[in-house]
């Protein structure tokens, strides 16, 4: 992405930037140093104990890659890499894989191709939890040493029972007393694989009494003879990720660690773990701050993983990229657009209140950036057949569409013009309503850049379908020619040449839920689907359309903006699907 102007930045102010303003203003990290102990590109980058380069602050963006990330993860992208890039710092992808059963290769390349595909750069800050496997180890030994950490073989069951309630405290361990030296002889048993899987935990000793359950002696290392994506079968422990996550901060020299607010129960204990680690001399001050804001919450979608790896595995949508479903590969496949979503970031801004955005604020997003960078294209998606009586037999000529009526500068494309032309199948009332301005018998409409007609009549099949509609045309009315303003129509139609246009695949896809709040009132969510959410239709489009490369946007002129299937599509015969209508026809519903 391109910087942005001052005026462009301000206009998008909030309480993170006015923390980051407070600190920069004070000089916070005017001397910070490199640790040297990030993982191998930032130690051949900087080396260990030199002078920060000329980040003035550091972000990050740390998914866990257990899934593939979806609308609320945008949101999150964008303010951490906008912000590095509005104060000319440095955003890290980080990778927090503490968690090898549920952790694979597949996730990890599908959120380098999302991040990189809403525009955002890491250079060559890409990390892993995985990384600092080692230093986190070392650390662990570091605290049981202190007497800030200890080794409890309670069951599972047992620990539940003595760590308390919301409004009860917990109760110590019956092991909460041992001494360093037998915590630490435990741990490092632990570490070479003599235990089996539950057997024992290290846990961090702080306070059983604390008002706040997530002081209570958290666990910080769990047992787990699982191979890792990444690690292979190094390790047979595993740190947690409330563990993990301060120190690859304070590794990386993080500045401002910014997390949704279902975090800020947890930031005590981020605030107590790095303190302990600054006072043993294992990471660097001043240390990272956690700050917390709302996450994203959308009408008419689900962002929990737990419901999206539900929708997958019943069959409900069509895999992860389902234009449906609010992952970003989805989002991206129904022809979304990166710009979109930074647009809608902006929009929605950043707060510690949390509130729902309606998911029309998106569409529109979307269609803001599409209306403005998409080229028009014609198409026919329920075609009947429209026959001008008194065109010459075997004659064709060529009218001029605009490829955009905004942007005169993109010029015109020939559109061929026949006897006879495919048009909606709505454009014709042999019984018209009241207001009905389209093709009815006797009554006058343009062809969008082509001729004025006058409808004459139908023709209709056995079971009184119709089959064609038949006019004549006025031979000196085509648009572009004088003759053209002697015609004053209320009705303006858009068609296709039937000998030139070619028959495609069109996705009709709409909200995947028919209910704002799906699940509402612990309802089944699964009962909110929206049947109508995809249809499938064979449509009859303009022949610039059959040279449409995968991923190449349109709108589709009446019907909305369209894109060419990253997945379906083949030289020559792309499949389109819909991203979004010209408007939001659901307000109206």
């Known amino acids: 992405m391109l910087p ?29 140093r490199w640790s040297g102990r990030p993982g191998p590109a930032a130690q051949q980058k900087v080396g260990a104990g030199t002078t ?13 890659p257990n899934g593939y990330l979806h609308f609320g993860h945008a949101k999150s992208i964008c303010l951490n890499f906008g912000l590095a890039q509005d104060y000319a710092g440095a955003c890290h992808l980080r990778f927090d894989d503490t968690n090898p059963e549920k952790e694979e290769q597949e996730y990890v390349d599908s959120i380098i191709d999302a991040v990189h595909w809403l525009g955002w750069d890491w250079h060559d800050n890409k990390y892993f939890a995985s990384d600092y496997f080692q230093w986190m180890y070392d650390f662990a030994e570091k605290l049981i040493e202190a007497g800030h950490a200890y080794v409890d073989s309670q069951t599972a069951e047992e620990m539940r029972a003595s760590r308390g309630s919301l409004t009860a405290g917990g109760s110590n361990s019956p092991y909460r007393e041992r001494t360093p030296a037998e915590n630490l002889d435990l741990f490092r048993r632990m570490k070479v694989g003599e235990f089996a899987d539950g057997t024992h935990i290290l846990r961090a000793k702080i306070d059983m009494a604390s008002g706040n359950i997530n002081l209570r002696d958290p666990a910080i290392y769990r047992i787990r003879h699982a191979t890792h994506h990444n690690t292979g079968d190094a390790w047979c422990i595993y740190p947690m990720y409330t563990y993990a996550h301060p120190i690859e901060d304070a590794l990386e020299n993080i500045t401002h660690s910014i997390c949704t607010l279902e975090f800020e129960d947890q930031r005590p204990f981020y605030d107590w773990l790095l303190a302990r680690l600054a006072e043993l001399g294992c990471v660097n001050t001043p240390l990272p701050q956690q700050i917390e804001f709302a996450r994203l919450n959308l009408s008419y979608v689900v962002l929990s993983k737990r419901k999206l790896i539900q929708l997958v595995e019943e069959k409900h949508v069509d895999g992860w990229d389902d234009p449906r479903l609010p992952t970003l ?4 496949r129904r022809g979304f657009t990166p710009e979109g979503f930074r647009r809608f970031a902006e929009m929605i801004g950043v707060t510690k209140s949390d509130s729902w955005i309606d998911i029309s604020v998106l569409e529109e997003c979307q269609r803001e950036h599409l209306n403005e960078t998409a080229p028009r294209r014609i198409a026919v998606l329920d075609p009947v057949k429209l026959v001008i009586d008194n065109y010459p037999e075997g004659q064709e000529e060529e009218c001029l569409a605009p490829n955009h009526p905004q942007k005169p500068e993109w010029g015109k494309r020939p559109v061929p013009f026949s006897k006879e032309l495919w048009i909606e199948r709505e454009d014709f009332m042999e019984a018209p309503s009241k207001g009905y301005f389209r093709l009815f018998p006797g009554n006058t409409v343009r062809l969008r850049y082509g001729f004025v007609v006058k409808c004459s009549g139908c023709d209709k099949d056995a079971n009184g379908n119709i089959t064609a509609v038949h006019c004549e045309y006025m031979a000196d009315s085509k648009s572009g020619t004088p003759g053209s303003d002697n015609y004053k129509v209320k009705g303006n139609i858009h068609w296709v040449s039937a000998p030139h246009a070619y028959a495609a695949e069109v996705r009709l896809y709409d909200r995947l839920f028919a209910a704002e709040a799906p ?21 009859q489009l303009e022949a610039a359309l059959k040279d449409a490369a995968a991923e190449e ?7 909305g903006y369209f894109v060419a299937d990253r997945v379906d599509s083949q030289p020559g015969a792309p499949v389109f699907n819909r991203a979004v209508t010209l408007k939001d026809s659901w307000s109206r519903k």
């Not at 590969?329 to 991206?332: Q, Y």
């Not at 946007?553 to 019907?559: G, K, L, S, T, V």
């Open 52 to 64: 920060v380069d000329e980040a003035k602050i550091r972000t990050r963006f740390p998914p866990e």
């Open 329 to 332: 590969v989805g989002a991206r």
């Open 553 to 559: 946007r349109f709108q589709f002129e009446r019907h």
């Open 4 to 32: 942005r102007t001052m005026a462009e930045i301000e206009r998008t102010s909030n309480f993170i930037r006015h923390i980051i303003d407070a600190d920069l203003k004070a000089g916070k990290y005017a001397s910070r």
């Open 519 to 539: 699940g509402e009132g612990g309802r089944d969510f699964i009962a909110d689907l929206n049947p109508d959410s995809k249809r499938v239709i064979s449509a």
